[in-house]
């Protein structure tokens, strides 16, 4: 599986931003989906994730409210639609893929990442 993340940018506190990964393969549908972050010089932080059916979502405490994740199947596509973004929400966002993902907050849970997409919130 691969994962294009795309969609970040500069956007002011208080504003939107929607970002998307596009994955290849015929099997997007069987994995559980997910957006971490990382912030300059800090680990990689978990965001959300979605089970293959969209009909399950977790989400960190930092961003609940905030953020929806979804997912279009038919599209191989996952989102993260990010409303009143904050100052600190700013990071390099990375999509990630996971066949049985047992714990979604760790990273090595995950079979799969994408290339980040960055984005810049400005006060």
């Known amino acids: 599986v691969q994962l294009q993340a795309s969609g970040g940018g500069l956007v002011q506190a208080g504003g939107s931003l929607r970002l998307s990964c596009v994955a290849s393969?015929?099997?997007?549908?069987?994995?559980?989906m997910g957006w971490f972050r990382q912030g300059p010089g800090e680990e990689r932080d978990f965001v959300a994730s979605?089970?293959?059916?969209?009909?399950?979502?977790s989400y960190a405490d930092s961003v609940k409210s905030r953020f929806t994740i979804s997912r279009d199947n038919a599209k191989n596509t996952v989102y993260l639609q990010m409303n009143n973004v904050k100052v600190e929400d700013t990071a390099v966002y990375y999509c990630a893929a996971g066949s049985t993902v047992v714990a979604v907050v760790r990273p090595p849970s995950w079979d799969y990442w994408g290339k980040g997409t960055l984005v810049t919130v400005s006060s």
């Open positions: 393969g015929r099997t997007f549908s069987s994995y559980t």
């Open positions: 979605i089970n293959w059916s969209g009909g399950s979502t």
